[in-house]
């Protein structure tokens, strides 16, 4: 069982910055993490992965602009968004070892509005 547990969402204006954490209750080396979001009404989707030895994936609507990264000694994920769009808003999810895994976190909220 592992417990994921995400910080760091909130209220920014378009243009700006957020960076969310998550950690886990064990360790994450050997895992593929993700951060996924997710609106009302639509499908939850991926903004970014990172395997175990680092290759990384993002979601075209994101790329230039988020980071993720991952600290395997503190056993935990990060994402940093820059230039926050209205339409980044969301809840975002960690993730541990895939979509199909049942390791998420509890979500924290992004509201970007001005």
């Known amino acids: 069982q592992v417990q994921l547990v995400e910080s760091g969402g909130g209220l920014v204006q378009p243009g700006g910055s957020l960076r969310l954490s998550c950690t886990a209750s064990r360790s994450i080396f050997r895992f593929l993490m993700g951060w996924y979001r997710q609106t009302p009404g639509k499908e939850r989707e991926l903004v970014a992965s990172?395997?175990?030895?680092?290759?990384?994936n993002y979601a075209d609507s994101v790329k230039g602009r988020f980071t993720i990264s991952r600290d395997n000694a503190k056993n935990t994920l990060y994402l940093q968004m820059n230039s926050l769009k209205p339409e980044d808003a969301a809840v975002y999810y960690c993730?541990?070892?895939?979509?199909?895994?049942?390791?998420w976190g509890q979500g924290t909220q992004v509201t970007v509005s001005s």
């Open positions: 993730n541990l070892g895939g979509v199909a895994s049942p390791y």
């Open positions: 990172i395997t175990s030895n680092g290759q990384i």
